[in-house]
């Protein structure tokens, strides 16, 4: 559940878990295979950097009382293998980086940009912790290694731990190894994720706050590179497409566990706005026009869509709230109120001569904001629309 991060806890989190399309039958099935009983590289790893970990982060109690007690109610609907034993412990790395990462016995990182983001949201806080510990259960550190050793096998190429994306001499290995590592790792995510799901079902949280926090991250991610072969986790907007259906199942089961919605742990779901990429049309000599199509979810009012303008360095600065760059009366800003109600919403921006911007200027983002402000979610808007 990674956005960005750096440094040395970014070589660590590398280590300790892949961070999310479809493989060949060959390649799932690598995936989803058991680990062997006697494996234990990845405890004696994980033993190994301990000391470190434990130096760089503190206890969560006490600043995160909501993360600690959803940490303690997933952990005790863990159903693992019996003869693995976990120590679960959830930490928090003081980087304001928005990342979160598991260690094979049970450590739970989180980096506080990230659970400053959870804040008091016990479904944020589930949607961050059950994915991690579907990692940990599922041991997937050591279905990596193995996973590696098995292209090292075939191809006789070194393979390093880390972000291929990554400029490192010691990352030896060809093209096709990276990308099938890559894949590989992707995969592992897609599955963490659709375990995390029901985990979160069977303790009371709704499924929808996972893709709350996906649409959150989305928000935060300076990124606008497209997909890209050697990516270790796919993209927001392809993990939201692969848990379509998980998602409908996993609220199923949320529904049939905790039929009062309202009283179980997590609260009511949240409202979701899925946004797809806009589109821009010429539509004469000096208009433009730009169309958002949108789905909303448990939504109940309406929300606000702004198409923002910036710099092409202001297109890099996003936030989980508006950027407030622009007055609030600016022509840097276009807003329209929507209830957001037929199962494909489409808003329209038609920019006339009247909505000239500024020089250096540019249509950048659409944000979607609830009542209170806070992005539920953000699309860039293609090209450099004047």
């Known amino acids: 559940m990674r956005l960005?991060?750096?440094g040395w806890f970014r070589i660590i989190s590398a280590l300790l878990f892949c961070l999310l399309p479809i493989l060949t039958p060959a390649q799932q099935a690598a995936a989803t295979r058991e680990v062997p009983d006697k494996?234990?590289?990845d405890r004696k790893t994980a033993a190994r950097l301990r000391p470190e970990l434990l130096a760089q982060s503190v206890a969560a109690a006490g600043r995160y009382p909501t993360g600690s007690q959803v940490f303690a109610r997933l952990a005790d609907q863990v159903i693992g293998p019996r003869s693995v034993k976990y120590f679960w412990e959830l930490r928090i790395v003081k980087d304001g980086d928005f990342n979160a990462f598991s260690s094979p016995e049970g450590t739970i990182y989180v980096e506080s940009g990230l659970a400053d983001l959870a804040a008091d949201s016990a479904g944020l806080w589930a949607a961050i912790l059950s994915h991690e510990i579907a990692h940990a259960v599922r041991r997937d550190w050591a279905r990596r290694y193995l996973y590696e050793e098995s292209l090292r096998e075939g191809?006789?190429?070194?393979?390093?731990?880390?972000?291929p994306g990554l400029p490192s001499g010691a990352w030896t290995d060809?093209?096709?190894?990276?990308?099938?590592l890559a894949r590989f790792c992707r995969q592992l995510e897609v599955e963490a994720d659709l375990e995390s799901l029901m985990l979160m079902a069977r303790a009371g949280y709704h499924p929808d706050f996972v893709p709350a926090l996906h649409h959150l991250l989305r928000a935060q991610s300076a990124s606008r590179a497209g997909p890209s072969i050697f990516a270790m986790h796919p993209c927001w907007e392809e993990r939201d497409r692969e848990l379509d259906r998980a998602y409908i199942v996993a609220s199923i089961e949320f529904e049939h566990r905790w039929p009062e919605t309202y009283a179980s742990p997590g609260g009511n779901p949240p409202t979701l706005v899925f946004a797809d990429?806009?589109?821009?049309k010429k539509m004469g000599m000096k208009a433009w026009e730009i169309r958002v199509p949108m789905r909303c979810q448990n939504l109940a009012g309406a929300v606000?869509?702004?198409?923002f303008a910036g710099s092409p360095h202001d297109a890099n600065q996003h936030s989980a709230r508006l950027p407030d760059t622009a007055p609030p009366e600016s022509d840097d800003k276009l807003r329209q109120l929507t209830g957001c109600t037929s199962p494909k919403t489409?808003?329209?921006f038609t920019l006339s001569p009247a909505e000239r911007l500024r020089p250096g200027k540019?249509?950048?983002?659409?944000?979607?904001l609830d009542a209170w402000g806070g992005v539920l979610a953000r699309a860039d808007v293609p090209g450099s629309s004047r």
């Open 277 to 280: 990429g806009p589109s821009v």
């Open 304 to 307: 606000e869509v702004v198409l």
């Open 346 to 348: 489409t808003i329209t």
């Open 155 to 163: 191809s006789g190429s070194v393979l390093v731990l880390g972000d």
């Open 174 to 180: 060809s093209r096709s190894a990276s990308a099938d």
């Open 362 to 368: 540019h249509w950048t983002d659409v944000y979607v």
């Open 4 to 6: 960005e991060s750096c």
């Open 39 to 41: 494996f234990n590289l």
